[in-house]
Nanobody, 121 residues
């Protein structure tokens, strides 16, 4: 099994910062892409940012210049530094990882349980 555990959500005022972290654990052989998605009620889950095993990062236009994604490849963790937060960033944020488990020939996507980020004064 593979588990993704997120941390770091909370309530912050507009213009503030938060840092989300996600750790993957279990019978992991390798981790390819790790990323963050977000979802608000009634809307589809959308990509915020992801980063490959080769450290290539991709961002949604709405967060470019404000959010930074990073990975610790030795610990199978991914973090999202969120600066200059806006009320429209309010959402449940989910970590996703493409993981190849030990004794498996291909990778599968795994999701965390989600962490709430609320940007409000």
């Amino acid at each position: 099994q593979v588990q993704l555990v997120e941390s770091g959500g909370g309530l912050v005022q507009p213009g503030g910062s938060l840092r989300l972290s996600c750790a993957a654990s279990g019978s992991i052989f390798s981790v390819n892409v790790m990323g963050w998605y977000r979802q608000t009620p009634g809307k589809q889950r959308e990509l915020v940012a992801d980063i490959t095993s080769g450290a290539s990062a991709n961002y949604a236009d709405s967060v470019k210049g404000r959010f930074t994604i990073s990975r610790d490849y030795t610990k199978n963790t991914v973090s999202l530094q969120m600066n200059s937060l806006k009320p429209e960033d309010t959402a449940t944020y989910y970590c996703k990882a493409s993981v190849r488990r030990i004794a498996q020939l291909r990778s599968y996507d795994y999701w965390g349980q989600g962490t709430q980020v609320t940007v409000s004064s």
